[in-house]
């Protein structure tokens, strides 16, 4: 629960956080951040439930990166006077996918140790 909550607080933030630094990414408001983050934080939890399992951690942080790249280029077309360039959306994936690695090992951990008792 703890980290449901951290991913929908998190990636927002995050995808806020890349409309900052990058010239090449904007986002015209931050209802339009807030929404394109939940739906991040949505589509990767989906992601996580059907792919995350043990040896899946590279595979699945690199689909995290992939999906939020994407969804952060494709969004461009949703909102008026957004724009994306290709490259921003691989870094503010990049940028989104660092920390879903440690939450990734941190639940492969606890898989793990829950199939051990």
Sequence with gaps: MFMLLIKFLLVPALV???????????????????????????????MESAML???????????????AAAGIYLAQYLFEGAYVSAVAALLAGGLIAIP??????????????????
Excluded: K, N
């Design 16 to 46: 806020g956080l890349a409309d900052v630094m990058m010239a090449d990414l904007f986002f015209p408001t931050a209802w339009s951040i807030v929404l394109i983050g939940l739906a991040l934080a949505a589509v990767g939890l989906f």
């Design 53 to 67: 399992r043990r040896g899946t951690l590279w595979l699945t942080t690199a689909a995290d990166w992939a999906v």
């Design 100 to 117: 879903e690695y440690f939450a990734h090992r941190s639940a492969i951990e606890r898989m793990s140790r829950r199939r051990r008792y």
